[in-house]
């Protein structure tokens, strides 16, 4: 597609269910990223994965977090029992080497509300 | 443990006015500080710096780097309504890990 794409938009969950989040990154894109955006917060690392290395999960802030990504492309983020100091804005981006890695793209992401 | 930390956190000013934004980082294996403007949900790329002393350079906007002091700076000159947004600095490590600042919310008032 033209630009990241997130869904769904906007989720609102029960405490203690599960929740999963889709990023379908830019095609071709072999880098991407997980952050998470707490209300007037910055962006808090979540996990990286570059092409078919390792990911880097040294931000899940818990067990209860876990990400994957099939193929290369589409990945999705999944919340476990989920508290209600999960509900942030969950924003995945994706960047080209050839473009710069640094240079990211961001997705409209994702408002979790946990009730 | 790796922190990038912007002020102010907070800005309100005129149009017509400048504007300065620092940002300040110490990250292992550094690589490169970048610029994000956030105006609803996602952000967008404004610069990448590499090397210190070097201004980059986008219409009213600039930016520079100091990595002897470990610190970057944004300016915006002759602000506009639509430059209120928040200004992200993030800071790139050699594994392309990148950590971001809290922000700086900048509103500009007719």
């Known amino acids: 597609g033209a630009g990241v794409s997130q869904s769904p938009s906007n989720k609102v969950t029960e405490k203690g269910k599960d929740v999963e989040l889709r990023c379908d990154p830019i095609?071709?894109?072999?880098?991407l990223y997980w952050y998470r955006q707490s209300l007037g917060q910055g962006l808090e690392f979540l996990i990286y994965f570059q092409g078919n290395s390792a990911p880097d999960k040294s931000g899940l802030p818990s067990d209860r977090f876990s990400a994957e990504r099939t193929g290369g492309s589409v990945s999705t983020l999944t919340i476990q029992r989920t508290q209600q100091e999960d509900s942030a804005v969950y924003l995945c981006a994706s960047s080209l080497e050839a473009t710069g890695y640094e240079k990211l793209f961001f997705g409209s992401g994702t408002q979790l509300s946990v009730l | 443990e790796d922190k990038v930390v912007q002020s102010p956190l907070s800005l309100v000013v005129h149009e017509g006015d400048t504007v300065t934004l620092n940002c300040s980082y110490e990250?292992?294996?550094?690589?490169?500080l970048l610029w994000y403007k956030q105006e609803k949900k996602a952000p967008t790329f404004l610069f990448m710096l590499t090397s210190s002393g070097i201004e980059k350079k986008s219409g009213r906007l600039s930016s520079i780097l100091d990595k002897k002091e470990l610190f970057s700076i944004l300016n915006i000159t002759a602000t506009q309504t639509g430059d209120s947004a928040v200004y992200l600095c993030a800071a790139c490590r050699n594994n392309n890990d990148m950590r971001f600042g809290a922000g700086t919310r900048l509103t500009v008032k007719p």
């Open positions: 095609s071709g894109h072999t880098a």
């Open positions: 990250v292992t294996n550094f690589r490169s």
